[in-house]
T-cell receptor, first 111, second 110 residues
């Protein structure tokens, strides 16, 4: 049972480049979400999804896109990377009204 | 803006002492959860308390919830050096989004 798998673990981008952070879960969870964590801060919600085909914005959605074509996968796309998007990104999943299971994070640096 | 606010931001205690962390939030919730994070790793779930519950226990952890004051507390009894970590509260709202506070950084000195 792999849980929540995030790839890549580390990524360096130049300003203006685009990329997709991958997130997959094998627990049949309907709820999936993306957070970013900046030094000394808590997690801020970027986007979330309550099921396949349904997504919604969180606190800091600008500059990011998501889609949920399957229950298992919830990729996060950075459209045009900016230095302000340098952060650690966490994907999480759960059943509704239940504890979140987190991936190990993707450490992104934008130069 | 973040939903939860933890207090204090940092707490330093001796091994064996109790640690209390507080969380306040702004909107109606389905449940409130506490998580632990060690040094930038993924968060680990500790305990979930639903909006119709007032107190919950799990091992050395005790969580209370006061929905009238929109606040919760996490008590860790008989702390150990291994409890050193950051602790976050998270609230699940009626909109189904889970939002986190900025966390309390706990240091337990041996």
């Amino acid at each position: 049972n792999a849980g929540v798998t995030q790839t890549p673990k580390f990524q360096v981008l130049k300003t203006g480049q685009s990329m997709t952070l991958q997130c997959a879960q094998d627990m049949n969870h309907e709820y999936m979400s993306w957070y970013r964590q900046d030094p000394g801060m808590g997690l801020r919600l970027i986007h979330y999804s309550v099921g396949a085909g349904i997504t919604d914005q969180g606190e800091v959605p600008n500059g990011y896109n998501v889609s949920r074509s399957t229950t298992e996968d919830f990729p996060l796309r950075l459209l045009s990377a900016a230095p302000s998007q340098t952060s650690v990104y966490f994907c999480a999943s759960s059943f509704r009204n239940s504890p979140l299971h987190f991936g190990n994070g993707t450490r992104l640096t934008v130069t | 803006s973040q939903q939860g606010e933890e207090d204090p931001q940092a707490l330093s205690i001796q091994e064996g002492e109790n640690a209390t962390m507080n969380c306040s939030y702004k909107t109606s919730i389905n449940n409130l959860q506490w998580y632990r994070q060690n040094s930038g790793r993924g968060l680990v779930h500790l305990i979930l308390i639903r909006s119709n519950e007032r107190e919950k226990h799990s091992g050395r952890l005790r969580v209370t919830l006061d929905t009238s004051k929109k606040s919760s507390s996490l008590l860790i009894t008989a702390s150990r050096a291994a409890d050193t970590a950051s602790y976050f509260c998270a609230t699940e709202s009626r909109r189904d989004d889970m939002r986190f506070g900025a966390g309390t950084r706990l240091t337990v000195k041996p």
